[in-house]
């Protein structure tokens, strides 16, 4: 390097500090400005005005303060689209028409992408119309971990790994705050079942509950900055989550050091003395149990209302107390409703359609394609029969707070219709189940044997046959406030498979589900697509999967047991799910998902990470950078990866982590890094993937801290939890 430009690489380096330096500063002020104006508005207000403030006035509002011209919160559900609005005291629709919207693909979806650049896309257009939408606080995304197969709202979160989970969360919740809309991660914690969610109490080692439970929201708190959390309905050892001495007081606000607010699910305070004592901010919902009953609230008699003034007016609760929520909810709306520079949002645009589908299109998981069955052509010989209810019922109505009101749901026959315009489409319903309302099942409105009957002569003059089947959004299905209560395809649709394959030889599954489910129909169809949820564009975006035009690249968020019993919960009994007397013990600890199947030796029927492409692809020259590495060191993982099909296409590489020596149990391997690559057909990329020691450390309960074990590692790399190309060793110390 010459004088010059070592001049100008030291100008370079200077000013680059330099500004950095400044906009930390510029942060910090900003940050104390907004601290000094909060204690100003605090020392104004009455106490009844403060109490006020912590709790709910309708059913989606909080009160503010008119004469100070502090504004109303305004909240809405939820992870994956602006719910329409609810009205004032009960949970019927407020018959408003201008507030349909983009429904988005569901977050298993989005976590099947493994892509979190596109979560920082779908979190942004979230924001949009949530903030379109005049709403201040955005009710998800949520992130319960995925323990079983039966939890009815699996569908709504980021599926069974801390990792993976952690690591799409962040880049969603900071593209809805861009808006000014905070995001409210839910429901904190342990809410990994809907039977029995409001009583049923959760007892699980702190291991677990550090390594397994916690990440996701440690990460929505400490990297994405989340302004507000929401807590549970259920107990841990023995105290409600909502208000829980070592979950929210202790590891929320002290430990992780959240400066936002804490929400109270609906209806899921139980005490003034704990709301107001372990952290509990804002209160809503009580007195409505969840979404089954309309009772009229009496917001005056909430815990955090008369009772809380009461307290705090006779001394038993200090000033303090109320003073910290109102300071974190003013924050927040500093954050949102009370910044000077917010943006507008917007609703129903094309690129959030764009967004939509992409999302869809990338989360599409590929499980099954014998002698190619897909793609299809679109040749004019061809007929295709696409038969099942899924083909045509809407999938964003029904499954609880998450339901929306899109403008428009594009069905899978109609996405197949538009694409396919030479070949010949026919449709048969073939099964039937009832309106999709919550905590009732209706029953089907149709003869099931005719169905039956009208679609196998259906599948008989077809080529092709597509079975659009899986779950639906009805109780007891992929549904909030209940559990599913059986693994197989409901409805009959395992009969009816058979009768079809008995008329035609070319069958292939497009299975429309947020959950596992039993197929021990498998080898009677060539081709499976796992489509999840897609909510607006998910016609358009199976169509463009089954048509060829995108190549799938998704990869499954969690495990597929072959049974039910091989799930790690469901293994050790009711004990363990889904609990006797309201108790239940995490017996499985922290073999969750893969972990146990593979440390186990249970071969699941897919495995996490697992997902077909149209093209193949050859990872080569896997390295690690040293042998040895220091606690503070980090480790990089390199390799080539090579798409040696004939079409363009995406493969994720997967990195996971094991001790097989250790003072500890351990799961045989862990996913501790990920990165996807989009390679033309013939094209080979470097990859790399960084992982910092220190996310190798186990939680010790000896010591109740991180501890990261000295010794022998293994590395392992390939394309799915099951499909390793190669096993290095390191050693740290
Ligand atoms: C759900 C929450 C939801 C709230 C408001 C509750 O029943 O558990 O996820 O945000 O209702 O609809």
Redesign the pocket.
């Known amino acids: 390097m010459n004088l010059v430009s070592k001049y100008y690489t030291v100008i370079i380096c200077f000013s680059l500090t330099f500004f950095t330096t400044i906009q930390v500063q510029s942060q910090e002020s900003k940050h104390q400005k907004m601290e000094a104006k909060i204690d100003s508005i605090l020392s104004i207000l009455t106490l009844e005005e403060k109490v006020a403030m912590c709790h709910a006035q309708s059913?989606?509002s909080t009160k503010g303060v008119e004469r100070l011209g502090i504004p109303e919160i305004w909240?809405a559900?939820?992870?994956h689209g602006v719910?329409a609005e609810?009205s004032w005291d009960d949970w019927a629709y407020a018959g408003w028409t201008n507030d349909s919207i983009t429904a988005f693909p569901a977050l298993t979806c989005l976590a099947s992408t493994f892509n979190p650049k596109l979560a920082g896309e779908f979190g942004f257009s979230l924001g949009e119309e949530a903030r379109y939408r005049k709403k201040d606080v955005l009710?998800?995304p949520?992130v319960n971990i995925y323990r079983t197969p039966m939890n009815g709202?699996n569908f709504?979160y980021m599926g069974e790994d801390p990792f993976l989970a952690s690591t799409m969360v962040v880049p969603y919740i900071k593209g809805v705050q861009k808006n000014g809309v905070a995001a409210?991660i839910?429901?904190f914690a342990l809410?990994n079942q809907e039977l029995w969610?409001d009583k049923v109490n959760v007892e699980v080692s702190d291991r677990a509950l550090y390594e397994i439970y916690l990440p996701a929201f440690k990460a929505a708190v400490q990297k994405a900055n989340v302004w507000s959390i929401?807590g549970?309905?259920n107990k841990f050892r023995g105290q409600y989550t909502t208000h829980h001495e070592l979950l929210t007081k202790k590891i929320l606000k002290q430990d992780w050091k959240f400066d936002g607010v804490v929400i109270s699910?609906?209806?899921?305070a139980h005490t003034t003395e704990e709301a107001a004592m372990n952290g509990l901010d804002i209160e809503?919902?009580t007195g409505t149990d969840?979404?089954g009953t309309t009772t009229a609230n009496h917001y005056d008699q909430y815990f955090l209302a008369s009772p809380f003034l009461k307290k705090l007016k006779t001394g038993e609760i200090p000033v303090s107390v109320v003073d910290d929520k109102v300071r974190r909810i003013l924050r927040l709306m500093y954050r949102t409703n009370m910044s000077s520079n917010r943006p507008l949002g917007r609703a129903n645009n094309k690129e959030h359609h764009d967004v939509a589908r992409k999302v869809a299109t990338e989360g599409i998981v590929l499980l099954k394609n014998d002698n190619n069955f897909f793609p299809i052509k679109d040749d004019k010989n061809i007929t295709i029969a696409v038969i099942g209810e899924n083909a045509t019922r809407s999938m964003t109505a029904g499954g609880?707070?998450?339901e929306l009101k899109p403008k428009f749901e594009i069905s899978p026959l109609e996405g197949l219709k538009a694409r396919y315009k030479n070949a010949k489409i026919i449709h048969s319903m073939g099964f039937a189940s009832g309106r999709s309302v919550y905590d009732q099942i209706m029953p089907s409105p149709y003869d099931a044997d005719s169905l039956k009957i009208e679609a196998i002569k259906v599948a008989q003059k077809a080529d092709i046959v597509l079975f659009v089947g899986g779950l639906s959004k009805s109780h007891l299905q992929d549904c909030?406030?209940d559990d599913r209560r059986q693994y197989k395809l409901p409805f009959g649709q395992e009969e009816l498979l058979n009768d079809i394959k008995e008329v035609n030889k070319n069958v292939g599954f497009v299975l429309i589900t947020g959950n596992a489910v039993e197929m021990p129909w498998l080898n009677k169809v060539d081709g499976v697509i796992q489509t999840w949820y897609l909510g607006s564009m998910a016609g358009h975006a199976i169509a463009d999967v089954i048509s060829g035009d995108v190549n799938p690249s998704g990869k499954l968020p969690f495990s597929f047991p072959k049974k039910l019993e091989d799930n790690g919960a469901i293994s050790f009994g009711p004990t363990s799910y889904p609990g006797v007397d309201m108790n239940q013990e995490y017996k499985e600890d922290i073999l969750v998902g893969y972990r146990w199947h593979d440390t186990k030796k249970i071969e699941p029927q897919y495995a996490f990470g697992y997902g077909l492409s149209y093209t193949n692809f050859k990872i080569k020259n896997i390295a690690v950078d040293n042998k040895k590495y220091a606690k503070n060191g980090t480790i990089t993982i390199t390799c080539d990866v090579t798409n040696t099909g004939n079409s363009n296409g995406a493969e994720v590489v997967q990195v996971y982590v094991g001790k097989s020596k250790s003072k500890v149990k351990r799961a045989l391997k862990e996913l501790k890094g990920f990165s996807k690559v989009f390679l033309k057909n013939g094209e080979t990329q470097a990859v790399s993937v960084t992982i910092d020691v220190e996310k190798l450390a186990f939680y010790d309960e000896s010591i109740s801290d991180w501890n990261i074990e000295d010794g022998t590692y293994e590395i392992y790399v390939g394309n799915a939890s099951n499909n390793i190309s190669k096993k290095m060793n390191i050693t740290v110390n």
Do not use: T, V
């Open positions: 059913k989606f909240m559900d939820g992870p719910r609810i009710l998800g949520g709202r709504e409210c839910k429901h809410n969610r929401m549970a309905y699910d609906w209806s899921s809503m919902g969840g979404l609880g707070s998450s909030e406030g």
